[in-house]
């Protein structure tokens, strides 16, 4: 059996730590209730008469309900993060070396040494690591446990032996370090372990995955993770049919009963399925499977637009002026459909604005063509003049004045979005992004806008576009898409997919401009082409 990739195994290791659902809810359930046990028996203890030692064990077991509670509490909110699992595993260990100073402090430092107690639980927290199936966490816990263990013994439990008259000989610094050597090589041996197990479930996945269907779509590889769910890149197999790529949005198992984001995630599909247009990434299933729900997307091969950026600013490259014309131009296609074409089942007009048009929400295929994704937050506005929002969603570095000051939206405010965009791409380098966010929604809203031509001279034929773009009073912008798009037509020309392709082909290391569309030629997944954040 070939080896599993490292991608496959990272890809193992984010879903058992990131299916929070199952895995980080069951560790969860078993922390609440240990913590719980912990507490009673510190009561028997009190009641037996050793009333320190219970006096602990009592906060020690309330203080785990109340974390292991919280994350729970994170859980169910989708809001848990990788970090927490590091605040656990400290928890987890120090447990057992809290337990070791107790006994040393509170009962005699020769029991608290050859009590068994401490090092069953060191045992226990790193045969639970496990589970994680990461060594590293585990060579944490390991070095983490072995500096608990040795400064509770050589600042406390040792001074203190000496203090009490204990046994000559009982301590001795050699032997501590050895026993310290001894605990750090139990959690090294472990993680040998764990790194073994990863590879055989590693190449189980590999080997069932050409096999194993989720619904009707065979799941290939991971494209995007967050709090929410998963991106895969996926074929499409219809029993009898034939196989297509697609990008399958699979939502994490605990937000099931969630019915405000399951409401919600089924509105961006049902939305989606709406605007079916060259410039917008076409959404074309939704459903459940195995009480998952899922979103079916075209599969865009290529970059997000903040990795052409990305690559551009490293680089040193400037991109050309009449490829960003051509880029917002495709950004604006879309928009326009959206703005002014889409229709709901009766017929009616939607006017969607995306409210998020943020680079990373915005695709480009290795042919060159512009694609919009992430409808998650979009408005219909349908027969309103405004859309009247109370909360402020998006990203802050790329929104319009109205949208972050939580003010009245309609289709002008993404196209103040899409005057930030050119200004960037012309610029080469943020526009209102600051060092934190208050001082960026400052820029936004009151800070000056510098002209393209304050930054680079030959920039000047665009200073009109963009200060109209970008004129905080949206009367003052364009009035539609297509009245921007001709104004960025008339500076830059007819520029237009070939002419991002043969720009971006070198830049992200594809074979040659030529090799565009010759399946041979190099490829490089996006890994953050698709949003899973909401």
């Given at each position: ?215 009707k779509y065979r799941l290939e590889s991971e494209l995007a993770s967050g709090g929410m769910g998963v991106v895969w890149r996926a074929t499409y197999c219809p029993e009898g049919g034939f196989a297509r790529p697609a990008a399958v949005k699979l939502v994490h198992a605990h937000l099931v009963h969630d019915t405000s984001f399951v409401d919600a995630f089924r509105t961006e599909a049902a939305l ?263």
């Open positions: 059996m070939s080896e599993p990739s490292t991608s496959a195994l990272g890809s193992i290791a984010r879903a058992l730590s990131l299916e929070v659902g199952k895995l980080e809810g069951l560790r969860t359930t078993a922390g609440q209730v240990m913590s719980a046990v912990i507490a009673v028996v510190g009561v028997s203890v009190v009641v037996g008469g050793a009333r320190p030692i219970g006096g602990l064990g009592i906060i020690l077991g309330l203080f785990g309900v109340a974390w292991f509670t919280t994350v729970r509490v994170l859980l169910a909110r989708g809001r848990f993060k990788p970090g927490f699992g590091w605040v656990t595993i400290a928890l987890e260990n120090t447990a057992p070396w809290a337990f070791y100073l107790a006994l040393g402090v509170l009962g005699t430092p020769a029991a608290a040494h050859h009590d068994w107690g401490p090092l069953l639980l060191y045992c226990g927290a790193l045969t639970i690591a496990v589970l994680r199936l990461s060594p590293r966490y585990t060579l944490v816990m390991g070095a983490l446990g072995t500096l608990q263990y040795l400064l509770a013994t050589l600042l406390v439990v040792m001074p203190l032996h000496g203090q009490r008259g204990g046994a000559a000989g009982e301590f001795s610094v050699v032997g501590e370090v050895t026993r310290c050597l001894m605990l750090f090589g139990a959690s090294g041996l472990v993680a040998w372990v764990t790194q073994g197990l990863r590879g055989a479930v590693g190449g189980v996945v590999s080997t069932m995955r050409a096999s194993d269907l989720f619904g989606g399925a709406r605007l079916v247009h060259s410039h917008i990434v076409q959404v074309f299933d939704f459903g459940v499977v195995d009480d998952r729900y899922f979103l079916a997307m075209e599969y865009v091969d290529g970059p997000t637009l903040r990795e052409v950026m990305v690559k551009a600013a490293t680089a040193s490259q400037a991109i050309p002026p009449v490829v960003a014309g051509a880029i917002v131009r495709g950004i604006l296609a879309g928009l326009g459909f959206a703005h002014g074409e889409a229709r709901d089942e009766n017929g009616a007009l939607l006017r969607v604005i995306h409210r998020d048009l943020a680079p990373s929400n915005i695709l480009i295929s290795r042919g060159g063509s512009v694609k919009l994704t992430d409808f998650g937050i979009a408005r219909a506005l349908r027969d309103r003049a405004v859309d009247a929002t109370q909360t402020v969603a998006g990203h802050l570095d790329h929104m319009a004045p109205e949208q972050a000051n939580a003010a009245p939206l309609d289709e002008r405010t993404d196209l103040f979005c899409v005057g930030i965009l050119l200004w960037e791409l012309l610029c080469g380098r943020p526009l209102f992004l600051r060092a934190n966010q208050p001082a960026t929604l400052l820029a936004i809203t009151f800070g000056d806008i510098p002209l393209p031509s304050s930054e680079n001279p030959e920039l000047a034929p665009w200073d009109a576009v963009c200060a109209r773009a970008l004129e905080r009073d949206p009367d003052k912008r364009y009035r539609s898409a297509a009245h921007m798009a001709s104004a960025i037509r008339a500076v830059a020309g007819d520029a237009g997919e070939d002419a991002i392709a043969r720009f971006i082909a070198p830049l992200l290391g594809w074979s040659t401009p030529t090799a565009l569309g010759d399946p041979d030629a190099t490829v490089i997944d996006p890994p953050s082409a698709y949003s899973v954040s909401r």
